[in-house]
């Protein structure tokens, strides 16, 4: 199961509608990133931006 179809999954679950769900992947296309988006994925980071991603997971947590 790719983190697209693992994100539809919480998604259609109440208890993980609110859940913050960012990809970090080395293959984010234009048309990944869409589908991400269309799924529900709040924030899609590409390999290497680890300065972004910590920003990102702080923003969700902080």
């Known amino acids: 199961m ?3 179809h693992l994100t539809k999954r919480l ?3 109440d208890r993980y509608a609110e859940l ?3 990809v970090f992947s080395s ?3 234009d048309d ?3 589908k991400g ?3 529900g994925v709040n924030a899609q980071i590409t390999k290497p ?3 972004r991603l910590i ?3 702080d923003s969700y947590v902080l």
């Open 37 to 39: 988006e269309s799924v």
């Open 11 to 13: 998604r259609e679950d």
């Open 27 to 29: 293959l984010i296309s």
């Open 2 to 4: 790719d983190g697209l």
């Open 55 to 57: 920003e990102t997971v």
């Open 32 to 34: 990944l990133r869409h």
């Open 20 to 22: 913050p769900i960012i």
């Open 49 to 51: 931006e680890i300065g």
